[in-house]
């Protein structure tokens, strides 16, 4: 979690990722927008697919997420799927 986004995550027993996304008109307020955080996190979530794979991932918006830049919310997309595969790695091996 940061102050554009927040990204949950769970096994989906499946060899594929899915994606969900949450992005509300009340961190968002226009129509463009949440249109431009979504295409962002989509794409994101395309270039990443291989590395997710298993994972059911719901993407929510935070208060921050409308005054952030395109490279500023691809930034924290690239932490979170980190995170999320490193995490899933550590789980894995256990």
């Not at 899915?18 to 955080?37: D, E, H, M, P, W």
């Not at 500023?72 to 799927?81: C, D, E, Q, T, V």
Request: charged share 25%; net charge positive; hydrophobic share 35%.
């Amino acid at each position: 979690m940061d102050e554009n986004l927040l990204v949950l995550a769970t096994p989906n027993g499946r060899d594929y990722p899915r994606l969900g996304l949450a992005i509300s008109k009340r961190n968002v307020k226009t129509a463009v927008g949440r249109n431009r955080v979504k295409r962002l996190v989509r794409e994101s979530f395309r270039r990443h697919r291989q590395q997710l794979a298993g994972l059911d991932i719901v993407v929510l918006s935070r208060h921050a997420t409308h005054d952030s830049s395109n490279p500023g919310l691809l930034h924290s997309l690239n932490r979170h799927w980190r995170r999320l595969v490193k995490r899933c790695a550590n789980s894995s091996s256990s």
